[in-house]
């Protein structure tokens, strides 16, 4: 079955410090990799996502993740946390082969950034 | 360009009520989804139209939830009766273009409890 897992459910970090958010699909064939945010009180909005190409993916508020297919992973990192980071994020898969547009989300991982 | 709207924001209805959500897709977005997150769970894909036809229904979780997208353009998700385990946090998104590699712009979400 096809299947997203975040491994984390909540992440405290203190602010400044690198962080990474981990992101592990199911998949045997090519996929399409997303990750969403959602800060409180707001819908989801796109960070970043991967199609093809180069495996590290630049997305905005300086957030990057890293395609690694042997591993079938797409962590998200950040060098450096603001407060304002602080929100849930959500790793999302689309399986382009067989017909379905939908995304499949992971159950998604709180980011706390503590000053 | 204005996002993909939602309404209402919140609904509290009683078990057995009626509920009518609305969406308002990105203007010119052929593509319209609904999605679902149940408190603690990850969200979940509940259908798919493309333009006024649906694509994909199979997260429907039962014949309480109808949907419908009028002419193409808003879409609207009816719930009747409501049972308790439908509330939740409902989404919309749409998207444009190659299906697959387009990302999903999501509303803000409506809020509905089922008490």
């Known amino acids: 079955a096809q299947s997203v897992t975040q491994l984390d459910s909540q992440v405290p970090v203190f602010e400044e410090a690198p962080v990474e958010l981990r992101c592990n699909y199911s998949?045997?064939?090519?996929?399409?990799l997303f990750w969403y945010v959602q800060y409180p009180n707001q819908g989801l909005q796109l960070l970043l996502k991967?199609?093809?190409?180069?495996?590290l993916v630049k997305g905005i508020n300086g957030f990057e993740a890293e395609f690694n297919k042997s591993q079938t992973s797409f962590h998200l990192r950040k060098p450096s946390v603001h407060i304002s980071d602080t929100a849930e994020y959500f790793c999302?898969?689309?399986?382009?082969?067989?017909?379905?547009?939908?995304?499949?989300f992971g159950k998604g991982t709180k980011l706390t950034v503590n000053p | 360009e204005a996002g993909v709207t939602q309404f209402p924001s919140h609904s509290v209805i009683e078990k057995g009520q009626t509920v009518t959500l609305r969406c308002d897709p990105i203007?010119?977005?052929?593509?319209l989804y609904w999605y679902r997150r149940v408190m603690g769970k990850e969200i979940k894909f509940l259908l798919h139209?493309?333009?006024?036809?649906?694509?994909?229904e199979s997260g429907m979780p039962n014949n309480r939830f109808l949907a419908e997208r009028t002419g193409g353009t808003y879409s609207t998700l009816k719930v009747q009766p409501a049972e308790l385990e439908d509330s939740g946090v409902y989404f919309c998104?749409?998207?444009?273009?190659?299906?697959?590699?387009?990302?999903?712009?999501f509303g803000n979400g409506t809020r509905l409890t089922v008490t």
């Open positions: 998104a749409s998207s444009q273009g190659r299906q697959g590699a387009s990302p999903l712009h």
């Open positions: 998949s045997s064939v090519s996929v399409y």
């Open positions: 991967y199609l093809s190409g180069s495996t």
């Open positions: 999302a898969v689309r399986f382009p082969q067989g017909g379905s547009e939908k995304l499949v």
């Open positions: 203007s010119g977005h052929d593509n």
């Open positions: 139209f493309v333009k006024e036809s649906k694509q994909d």
